[in-house]
């Protein structure tokens, strides 16, 4: 193992953590995210008793998986520090918990996400369903990118990306010209950031066998990292599932590509994925019994993203509230004795 170990990256996420603790506690007086587990459920209790403990908040307009996700955010917060913390007090390289805590957390994002509005199609969602696969959640691709849904437009870094994705991941022959065609017009916008294209380069480097230019695609993508949360920086999801996505592809491809050396990518993870057969993440934290709708959220079946209808083709939009329903009516076949 060359990387970051995991205690390393362990080290370098509490710090970061603490520090933002730190300065929400000097800026509003407020003491949040949660530095350990009481504190997290105890504000967990005091979100029940505020919006959960009588349900009239709820009605046909509100589905109730979406307020559930949006109003029981704080494991997205405090997920990774408790599994970092964890990692910490063990001193091995055991990745069990922070597998399971990273398909809560990408779940719950990807879930949620695809319940709320955005005027985009379902490739806005690509940089979260890149995290899941990082616990080696295959079975989240044909549900959030399928086979069958067409990608109506290419003016967005992720939707060029998502396109080569399908191509690659389902062996759409007929289309790989196509998407080659139009990622390789992409790249030769100036405006683009080095972040999109090195997504892009490393796709491309797959489909053409190039280990070697995969390998600098990658190192490039966390080099110039687009992140989304102040923790990115120490521990980038999306891009150990970049990684991730070389091996569901060509698994013969994916053993020749280096894994990169940086900050944001935890070799002892990727190394223990090896070791132990990309074992797929589970539902780590239980939420209590009061609020078991949380739990049958995640151990529902998946919906699958649809697109709605519109007279413009070209402007077509991830149906929101299709998602909503179906994923409602999964939870609740779930929930029958």
């Not at 396109?163 to 683009?192: C, G, M, P, W």
């Not at 966390?222 to 970049?242: L, V």
């Amino acid at each position: 193992m060359n990387g970051f170990t995991l205690q390393h990256t362990a080290k370098q996420y509490l710090k970061s953590y603490r520090k933002k603790v730190k300065e929400r506690l000097n800026r509003f007086n407020e003491h949040y995210p949660p530095l350990d587990l009481e504190e997290f459920e105890k504000s967990i209790e005091k979100t029940y008793q505020r919006y959960f403990k009588t349900e009239r908040w709820l009605d046909s307009h509100h589905p109730k998986p979406k307020y559930y996700l949006l109003l029981l955010k704080h494991y997205q917060d405090f997920g990774l520090y408790h599994a970092f913390s964890l990692a910490l007090e063990s001193k091995d390289q055991d990745c069990r918990v922070l597998n399971n805590t990273l398909f809560q957390i990408s779940r719950h994002n990807l879930l949620l996400r695809s319940m709320l509005g955005s005027g985009m199609d379902h490739t806005n969602l690509l940089e979260d369903l890149m995290s899941v696969l990082a616990c080696n959640d295959e079975e989240a691709l044909a549900h959030f990118l399928p086979a069958e849904l067409e990608i109506a437009q290419h003016r967005h870094y992720f939707e060029v990306a998502s396109h080569l994705i399908k191509v690659l991941y389902y062996q759409q022959t007929q289309y790989r010209e196509d998407a080659y065609t139009k990622a390789e017009k992409f790249l030769t916008k100036k405006s683009n950031a080095k972040w999109e294209i090195a997504i892009l380069q490393y796709l491309m480097a797959i489909g053409e066998k190039k280990a070697n230019a995969a390998s600098q695609a990658l190192q490039d993508m966390c080099d110039s990292s687009r992140y989304t949360s102040p923790f990115d920086k120490d521990f980038a999801a999306n891009i150990h599932g970049y990684y991730q996505l070389a091996r569901l592809i060509d698994n013969d491809l994916y053993e020749q590509i280096t894994r990169p050396t940086h900050k944001c990518f935890c070799d002892a993870f990727a190394q223990w994925q090896d070791e132990n057969h990309f074992p797929k993440g589970e539902q780590h934290y239980l939420f209590p019994s009061h609020l078991q709708y949380m739990n049958q959220i995640f151990q529902a079946p998946l919906p699958t993203v649809t697109l709605e209808d519109e007279r413009k083709k070209k402007q077509r939009y991830q149906d929101v509230d299709q998602f909503a329903a179906d994923l409602t009516l999964n939870i609740e076949n779930k929930m029958k004795p």
